[in-house]
């Protein structure tokens, strides 16, 4: 069977960790737990491909990566930006991280996914601003870890692309 380590990647209280649990257990908490160094998860994906074992990285939350970061990015086949649709500097810290591993670790297959869609009322990133970066190659997928919205599908693309024949997955 394939794997294929991926790691999460984004700002401090963006809600990387609750989209792991919504994608591998199903399950959505409020209360806020701030993720020191790693924790890692699995999920058997089905893709089109066949089965592939996700060995999911849920990195603490960081606005630069720095030299643990990269360490933790070693050997990923991918990853999963995640940004905070509330709070517009999220936006633009992800897409840094996004251009500094791509300097360190060369092009990877990603997700980018624009979370807590279920306050779109309070977002502070405009249509126009996803349209650009869309434009520049940053395809954002509006996702809700708290009610499952978009996590699942965006995810499971993710392992699709993994499962080409040109990706790193083992």
């Known amino acids: 069977m394939r794997s294929a380590k991926i790691c999460m990647l984004g700002d ?67 990853y999963i930006l995640v940004a905070d649709g509330t709070r517009k500097t999220t936006v ?27 306050l779109s009322s309070q977002w502070e990133i405009e249509q126009d601003a996803i349209d650009t970066s869309r434009a520049a190659g940053v395809n954002w997928i509006e996702c809700s870890a708290k009610f499952g919205t978009g996590v699942g599908r965006a995810i499971e693309a993710l392992a699709a692309r993994l499962m080409e024949p040109d990706t790193e997955a083992t």
């Open 12 to 78: 401090f209280a963006v809600g990387k960790t609750s989209t792991v649990v919504r994608f591998v257990k199903n399950e959505f908490s409020d209360k806020y737990l701030t993720t020191v160094g790693v924790k890692i998860d699995t999920k058997l994906v089905e893709t089109p491909s066949g089965p592939l074992k996700l060995i999911i990285w849920d990195v603490a939350g960081t606005d630069q990566l720095g030299g643990i970061e990269f360490a933790y990015l070693r050997g990923s086949a991918g």
């Open 92 to 118: 633009d810290n992800a897409l840094r991280l996004k251009t500094d591993a791509a300097a360190r670790y060369g092009a990877k297959p990603f997700v980018a996914l624009l979370n807590k869609s279920d």
